[in-house]
């Protein structure tokens, strides 16, 4: 059930991407030739008035086709013979509808939280090695090694992603921001309850939930989610992370399953579902704005130098050579898929 779930759950969010794309379009004037649900073949298709609708066998993704979008066209209402913000509204578009998507997703988990955990120090667990110069009850942390502290998950992991020793911490403490450089903090053992657990050994205030705090907890989520694709990609470039690390739509719907099937309840199984869902839309949102040839930010990082570059020489470029470049981007993000494609299937089958 929650492999079916997995793979309807990514194929909406694709086709998020696309109705973005789509409704931006049709709202500024530009003719759309086909707007599909799935790839493959059609199975389903609805002539409109200038529009083709479609439904097609595989459920992995969607398409929205412009005129003028990769291919020389006269028509006046092409994509590419519309004013340079117009073109930029609609290719930001899916990222936009894919970001509202997963705000919308955590809004509505966390609609039902009675409380919220804060970044408030609420105190100690006994043996924390702290100073009278340390952290004291009420600090709010602010930063942990020069990142900011939004959700009270920051904490561990930012605290993990460190020399496992101490961090330079900065809180806030009766409205200044207080710095505790080389602050002695990692995880330890300490006893509650009578077993021996692992913790940083604070514990931080929880606040009743109320809508004010529900959408800045939803806020802060979403922008942590953002920081999280930053850190993945500055780990990988690093060597920190290997590329046999990375997953697709088949490693996506293993986890998916995995955290619907280890959970208690099936309310339990569902809220998990929609947290990863909601990662999982916000990530597209920020990886299809990279400038990489062939994905929405390439084409407006080229859409904005050629535009420069016109204004300098004066004279139009010609728009074969930008969609030479896409297709070379794309055929290299085509040989990327099936790399994670078969390291997906390897990892399965490792299992």
């Known amino acids: 059930m929650y492999i079916a779930i997995a793979i309807i759950v990514f194929g909406l969010l694709i086709t998020v ?28 298709k609805k002539q409109g008035r200038e529009t083709l609708y479609s439904l097609r066998a595989l459920p992995i993704g969607g398409f929205c086709s412009m005129e003028g979008e990769d291919e020389e066209s006269n028509d006046p209402r092409s994509f590419a013979n519309k004013p340079l ?39 100690f667990m006994e043996g924390f090695p702290n100073t009278e110069t340390g952290l004291r009850e009420g600090d709010t942390f602010y930063s942990i090694d020069g990142e900011r ?15 496992g020793k101490t961090a330079d911490i900065v809180v806030i403490r009766d409205g200044k921001k207080v710095f505790l450089n080389d602050f002695p903090i990692s995880l330890r053992e300490y006893e509650i309850n009578g077993q021996k657990v692992l913790r940083y050994g604070i514990y931080l205030k929880a606040e009743r939930a109320t809508l004010g705090l529900k959408l800045r907890h939803t806020w802060y989520t979403s922008i942590s989610f953002v920081r999280m694709v930053r850190l993945g990609l500055s780990d990988l470039i690093t060597g920190n992370v290997g590329v046999r690390e990375l997953s697709g739509p088949i490693g996506i719907v293993g986890i998916i399953n995995e955290v619907g099937s280890a959970a208690e309840t099936k309310s339990a199984a569902f809220a998990n579902i929609a947290y990863i869902c909601a990662f999982i839309a916000i990530n ?4 299809n704005m990279l400038p990489i040839p062939a994905l929405d930010g390439g084409r407006i990082f080229f859409m904005l130098v050629t535009f420069v570059a016109e204004k300098i020489l004066r004279k139009r470029i010609n728009p074969k050579y930008e969609n030479y470049i896409h297709l070379a981007g794309f055929v290299l993000l085509m040989g990327l898929m099936v790399f994670v494609f078969f390291n997906d299937i390897l990892k399965l089958v490792g299992r």
Request: proline share 1%; glycine share 12%; net charge positive.
């Open 284 to 287: 597209l949102a920020v990886m």
């Open 17 to 44: 991407h696309e109705l973005g794309h789509f409704l931006a379009a049709k709202s500024l004037g530009v003719k759309v030739n086909e707007f599909a649900i799935g790839m493959g073949p059609a199975i389903i």
């Open 85 to 123: 913000w117009r073109r930029f509204v609609i290719l930001i578009a899916g990222s936009f509808m894919n970001f509202l998507a997963g705000f919308l997703i955590l809004a509505a988990l966390f609609s039902g939280y009675g409380a919220i955990t804060t970044t408030t120090l609420a105190g």
């Open 149 to 163: 502290i939004y959700l009270s998950n920051d904490l561990s992991t930012f605290l993990s992603r460190g020399n």
